[in-house]
Every structure is written in structure tokens, then in C-alpha cells.
């Protein structure tokens, strides 16, 4: 195994369009090099080992008899996910698994159990977490410009078209259904931008008339009344597609676009000194937007207007809290419009990797770790039940992972 101050070794399991994602996106990443690529497929494994420079295998367990290889990613099939991760933590590797990190809660738990008893870094691929937006989101609720939200709203038209009657997205045994395959993204971004383990779920499922579940919502309750809708529908073709998060912070409103989201705007409500701490914002862009190895392109910005005295002096009130706040505050946070998406998509891959490396070194936690993993995926599976049955479903809380007198 690599030497604690040389490059981590990194393996790739599944050379599919996002495993080669992946290793294009941690190319020069520093404290990185990779070092082997496996797949079923000898074709795709050896055009993408090739590409890179490294060699190719057949399988992971050939990934893991290599020396040289001392963390996996993991680029496969959901339901592929929970098995391999095991496989390579219990070999001592550190771990980066696409989403969802297993297509059950049980499954997952077992994972992130094994990554502690294991000793080894794990970190799931919420790429949301990397995102400068809600990174920038999440620092302006710690500063206190923005209340902590009451109220989060995810609305998701995706695409469905490149997804045919045979793709084993449908299949509930390969994906573990939408909730699971591609709600853990927003349901892991509402936990972190809330700051609170969910509580209870309901949810409906709509079926495509003669073909498969198309269409889920699921309304998730925090603690305190705090409420996360979340609607998918993969219904579109891919140049319609549209993606609206809406996060209610009482006084002040934050609106992200995209699912890979590339702007926001803030709409707030404030007092004087407020106003001048909003006015200094973008003097402060860039440790605002800043995510560890998240490389800017330059062409990120921050805008600020604030419109003095534009509501009455008097006394406003809401839900029971009472504020002066005459001033309206307009905010842009802007990563350069829809063109640079796949800048912002490959650089918050980059980003979670990054976070492998540090962790693996330092021994810290992951942004996106365990037990992110694995609260995501107990949401999704609590609310495929309530969709399910029709009745609300209580989410288990994530506790500890590991559980000594359970290891064999």
C-alpha cells in the first residue's frame, strides 16, 4: 500500500459514461493518481484504462489484490453498490461510492458500520454537498444573514430520454426505485441545509399509463415543524427539463436552479445593520463560494441591491416573530449561467474526491460521509413504503454505526 505522504492510488470499478466521468474530473487532482480500472467489459475497461494510463481489469476483485490501489470509486449499478464497498473497505481500501450507497437502509447501515470498523475514508457521491451554492447558502445561514430555513421545496422535471422501457433505471431491483436512485441527492441536501435528521415521510406514486413509475413526492417532516417537499418526475426530453429548489427562511427566500445548480437568488427582508452586512457580501465572493478542490473558472459573481425604506417602518410579523426590517435585499450568486454547468458538475466530483483524499490522510469526517449515506437512503426507502401503502412512514434515525458486539 502507498506511503501516507505519496499519491493515494485510486481504483476504479465500472468504466461505464460515468466511471470515465469520474477519472476525468480527478485528473491532477493533487495527493491523487490512478492507478488501475476494472469492468466486465474488456473493451470499455481497456479504452478507459488506455486513456489514463493504467491498467485493465476484469473484475474488482482484481482491483484489490494490487498493491497500488488504496481506495476504490465505485461507478456501477446501484444495486451493485453496498457489496463492493464492503468488499473493498474490508480489504482496507478507502472508498468513494456513486449514489445511492446501497438501495436499502439496512444495506447501507452494514456499509457504513464496516467503514468504522474498518478504519478507512468513505465518501458518498452527494454531489450537492459540493456545490458552492449551498455551500455559500449554508455559511450565510451560519452568519446570521439568513435565518435557518422553515420550509425547503425541490421541484425536479427531468429527462427521460434516454432512458427505454429495458433500462434498469425502472427496475426497482437494479435502482431501488426513484425515491432511491435519484431522490438521495435532495434529500441528503435538505438534511444538510436544514441541519436536522428527518422525522416522518408521506408520498405518492404516479405510474406512466402501461409503463413504469414516472412520477414520486414525498413531503418530509423535520424537527420543529420544519417541512421538505420534494417532487421528481422523469417526463421530459432533456431540453426541457427544469429543476427549481426554493428554501423559506421566514424574513427572506433563497431560490437555486438546476439540479446541478449554477445560480441563486436571494430575496430578504432587513434592518440597517442587516442592509450593510448584505452590501459587503460581495467583497467576500470568493471565501463565500470557496469548496475544497473545487477549482473557480473566474467568472463566478456576486450581487448585492438593497432598496432602503422600501416597505413601512412599522413592525412586521410572522409565525410569531416580530422584526422592523424596512429594507429589501437583492441577491445573486451566480457560477456563470447554464453554459458552465458541466464545469460546476465535474468540478463538485472533483470536490468530493478531494474530500476523500484529505480524509483518508487526516482521518477527519467527510462532508458527504456514512452516515449521509445512509440517512439519505432511509428516507428514500421510508418514503417508497409510504407510496407504497399510503400511510406516513417514521425515518429511522441514523445513530451510531458501529456496533462492536455485532462484528463477527
Same mark, same amino acid.
Given at each position: 500500500?502507498?506511503?501516507?505522504? @505519496?499519491?493515494?492510488?485510486?481504483?476504479?470499478?465500472?468504466?461505464?459514461?460515468?466511471? /470515465?466521468?469520474?477519472?476525468?474530473?480527478?485528473?491532477? #487532482?493533487?495527493?491523487?493518481?490512478?492507478?488501475?480500472?476494472? $469492468? %466486465?467489459?474488456?473493451?470499455?475497461?481497456?479504452?478507459?484504462?488506455?486513456?489514463?494510463?493504467?491498467? +485493465?481489469?476484469?473484475?474488482?476483485?482484481?482491483?484489490?489484490?494490487?498493491?497500488?490501489?488504496?481506495?476504490?470509486?465505485?461507478?456501477?449499478?446501484? +444495486?451493485?453498490?453496498?457489496?463492493? @464497498?464492503? +468488499?473493498?473497505?474490508?480489504?482496507?481500501?478507502?472508498?468513494?461510492?456513486?449514489?445511492?450507497?446501497?438501495?436499502?437502509?439496512?444495506?447501507?447501515?452494514?456499509?457504513?458500520?464496516?467503514?468504522?470498523?474498518?478504519?478507512?475514508?468513505?465518501?458518498?457521491?452527494?454531489?450537492?454537498?459540493?456545490?458552492?451554492?449551498?455551500? +455559500?447558502?449554508?455559511?450565510?445561514?451560519?452568519?446570521?444573514?439568513?435565518?435557518?430555513?422553515?420550509?425547503? #421545496?425541490?421541484?425536479?422535471?427531468?429527462?427521460?430520454? $434516454?432512458?427505454?422501457?429495458?433500462? =434498469?433505471? =425502472?427496475?426497482?431491483?437494479?435502482?431501488?426505485?426513484?425515491?432511491?436512485?435519484?431522490?438521495?441527492?435532495?434529500?441528503?441536501?435538505? !438534511?444538510?441545509?436544514?441541519?436536522?435528521?428527518?422525522?416522518?415521510?408521506?408520498?405518492?406514486?404516479?405510474?406512466?399509463?402501461?409503463?413504469?413509475?414516472?412520477?414520486?413526492?414525498?413531503?418530509?417532516?423535520? %424537527?420543529?415543524?420544519?417541512?421538505?417537499?420534494?417532487?421528481?418526475?422523469?417526463?421530459?426530453?432533456?431540453?426541457?427539463?427544469?429543476?427549481?429548489?426554493?428554501?423559506?427562511?421566514?424574513?427572506?427566500?433563497?431560490?437555486?436552479?438546476? =439540479?446541478?445548480?449554477?445560480? @441563486?437568488?436571494?430575496?430578504? =427582508?432587513?434592518?440597517?445593520?442587516?442592509?450593510?452586512?448584505?452590501?459587503?457580501?460581495?467583497?467576500?465572493?470568493? @471565501?463565500?463560494?470557496?469548496?475544497?478542490?473545487?477549482?473557480?473558472?473566474?467568472?463566478? !459573481?456576486?450581487? &448585492?441591491?438593497?432598496?432602503?425604506?422600501?416597505?413601512?417602518?412599522?413592525?412586521?410579523?410572522?409565525?410569531?416573530?416580530?422584526?422592523? &426590517?424596512?429594507?429589501?435585499?437583492?441577491?445573486?450568486?451566480?457560477?456563470?449561467?447554464?453554459?458552465?454547468?458541466?464545469?460546476?458538475?465535474?468540478?463538485?466530483?472533483?470536490?468530493?474526491?478531494?474530500?476523500?483524499? !484529505?480524509?483518508?490522510?487526516?482521518?477527519?469526517?467527510?462532508?458527504?460521509?456514512?452516515?449521509?449515506?445512509?440517512?439519505?437512503? /432511509?428516507?428514500?426507502?421510508?418514503?417508497?413504503?409510504?407510496?407504497?401503502?399510503?400511510?406516513?412512514?417514521?425515518?429511522?434515525?441514523?445513530?451510531?454505526?458501529?456496533?462492536?458486539?455485532?462484528?463477527?
Amino acid at each position: 500500500m502507498t506511503h501516507a505522504t @505519496a499519491p493515494l492510488g485510486l481504483g476504479l470499478v465500472g468504466c461505464g459514461g460515468f466511471g /470515465a466521468y469520474v477519472l476525468d474530473a480527478v485528473a491532477g #487532482l493533487p495527493g491523487l493518481r490512478p492507478a488501475a480500472v476494472a $469492468d %466486465p467489459d474488456p473493451v470499455r475497461a481497456k479504452a478507459l484504462g488506455e486513456r489514463h494510463g493504467v491498467p +485493465a481489469l476484469g473484475s474488482l476483485e482484481e482491483l484489490l489484490e494490487r498493491e497500488d490501489v488504496d481506495a476504490v470509486a465505485i461507478a456501477v449499478p446501484p +444495486a451493485a453498490h453496498a457489496a463492493m @464497498a464492503t +468488499a473493498a473497505l474490508r480489504a482496507g481500501r478507502h472508498v468513494f461510492c456513486e449514489k445511492p450507497l446501497a438501495t436499502t437502509a439496512r444495506d447501507a447501515r452494514a456499509v457504513a458500520r464496516e467503514a468504522e470498523r474498518a478504519g478507512r475514508a468513505l465518501v458518498v457521491d452527494h454531489v450537492l454537498r459540493y456545490n458552492p451554492l449551498l455551500r +455559500a447558502v449554508e455559511r450565510l445561514v451560519a452568519q446570521g444573514l439568513l435565518a435557518a430555513p422553515r420550509r425547503f #421545496l425541490f421541484e425536479n422535471d427531468a429527462s427521460d430520454q $434516454d432512458l427505454g422501457r429495458g433500462h =434498469w433505471f =425502472w427496475d426497482r431491483a437494479h435502482s431501488g426505485g426513484i425515491f432511491v436512485e435519484h431522490g438521495v441527492h435532495f434529500f441528503d441536501a435538505a !438534511r444538510a441545509l436544514l441541519g436536522s435528521d428527518p422525522v416522518s415521510v408521506r408520498a405518492t406514486a404516479v405510474r406512466r399509463p402501461g409503463g413504469p413509475v414516472d412520477m414520486v413526492s414525498a413531503d418530509v417532516l423535520h %424537527p420543529g415543524g420544519v417541512l421538505a417537499s420534494h417532487l421528481h418526475s422523469f417526463t421530459h426530453a432533456h431540453r426541457c427539463e427544469r429543476q427549481l429548489m426554493r428554501l423559506d427562511h421566514g424574513f427572506a427566500e433563497t431560490r437555486i436552479e438546476g =439540479w446541478i445548480p449554477v445560480r @441563486a437568488e436571494i430575496s430578504a =427582508w432587513t434592518d440597517e445593520p442587516g442592509a450593510e452586512a448584505w452590501e459587503r457580501l460581495p467583497a467576500r465572493a470568493e @471565501a463565500l463560494l470557496h469548496v475544497d478542490g473545487f477549482r473557480p473558472h473566474g467568472g463566478e !459573481r456576486v450581487s &448585492v441591491t438593497v432598496e432602503r425604506d422600501a416597505g413601512p417602518s412599522a413592525p412586521a410579523r410572522g409565525r410569531g416573530e416580530t422584526r422592523v &426590517v424596512p429594507h429589501h435585499v437583492r441577491a445573486v450568486l451566480d457560477l456563470g449561467g447554464g453554459t458552465r454547468k458541466p464545469h460546476v458538475y465535474s468540478e463538485s466530483v472533483r470536490a468530493a474526491v478531494a474530500d476523500l483524499v !484529505r480524509v483518508a490522510r487526516d482521518g477527519s469526517t467527510p462532508v458527504a460521509d456514512a452516515v449521509a449515506g445512509l440517512t439519505a437512503v /432511509a428516507v428514500a426507502e421510508a418514503a417508497t413504503l409510504a407510496a407504497d401503502t399510503g400511510t406516513e412512514q417514521p425515518v429511522p434515525a441514523p445513530g451510531p454505526t458501529y456496533h462492536p458486539q455485532e462484528s463477527s
